[in-house]
């Protein structure tokens, strides 16, 4: 009779099944987490200078930078308990910004781990250009809809920008309308920050963002952030306002049709008025 040479590992790992259980479960780690902490998240629409703010609050406040996305690449940037947890016991942590969309676990974690969100959002007609740019200068490789370098380099200007508005402007719609519909933002216990906001006053938009969240406020200490920013790699681009008047009437039309399915949602941040 042959003697199986893994019936000790497996018997060792039937007898630690229920406490290794019990210690990746999602209960054990958020009781990880320090008490008196404080996790800022910046949660933002692509192309919407998530990457300048997040530069600017790391530079400011001091914090300790992390991503809450294990991998990114073309899957959606969903926040990973596994992250939080490597970070369970740094009092104040940044984490950076993450294309996320809203979701019943996504809004549980952020309560139940006390994270101060900030959702970032950009005119969408203008954010239509940034992202035709970005496909041309970085990589076609994003979450919202798949492109690759070849089909994209078949494409002229006009196309590709029908490109993003139809395949890739859904998802921004998609984002948007669960964000600004959400308890967090009703509620007002996320921070909005558009894009054009920060562009035209830097300061006083992270001001804004310190006293919503109860931090420190100091004005020169927030300007010397800002400035220490423009050295740095923020994968800004035009970043122009206005931009979005160079799309055609039709592809204005199109966006105005994405929006209207969210009647009651107040898309204002994202650059339409009612």
Request: with cysteine; net charge positive; proline share 4%.
């Amino acid at each position: 009779m042959l003697l199986d040479p893994f019936a000790p590992r497996r018997l060792f790992a039937a007898v630690l099944r229920k406490p290794l259980k019990a210690l990746y479960s999602d209960r054990f780690i958020y009781s990880l987490l320090t008490r008196n902490r404080s996790h800022m998240w910046v949660i933002a629409a692509p192309k919407s200078g998530s990457t300048w703010l997040s530069a600017i609050l790391q530079n400011y406040l001091g914090w300790e930078s992390r991503c809450l996305a294990r991998v990114c690449d073309r899957r959606e940037q969903e926040p990973s308990l596994r992250q939080l947890a490597a970070a369970s016991m740094i009092d104040n942590v940044l984490w950076t910004h993450q294309h996320t969309r809203a979701s019943k676990p996504t809004l549980e974690l952020i309560q139940r781990a006390q994270i101060l969100p900030i959702i970032q959002t950009r005119n969408v007609h203008d954010t239509v250009m940034s992202m035709s740019d970005h496909f041309d200068r970085e990589s076609t490789v994003c979450s919202m809809a798949y492109m690759d370098e070849f089909h994209w380099s078949q494409l002229d200007a006009d196309r590709k920008r029908q490109f993003i508005i139809d395949m890739v402007m859904p998802w921004y719609f998609n984002f948007y309308a669960g964000w600004l519909s959400s308890s967090l933002v009703r509620d007002k216990i996320a921070f909005v920050c558009r894009y054009e906001d920060l562009k035209k006053d830097p300061v006083g938009e992270v001001v804004q963002i310190c006293n919503h969240f109860g931090l420190p406020v100091d004005e020169s200490k927030i300007q010397a952030a800002i400035d220490l920013s423009s050295s740095q790699p923020t994968r800004r681009n035009k970043g122009v306002i206005g931009r979005g008047n160079m799309l055609s009437d039709a592809q204005k039309a199109t966006l105005s049709r994405l929006r209207d399915y969210y009647s009651d949602v107040d898309f204002s941040a994202a650059g339409f008025d009612y």
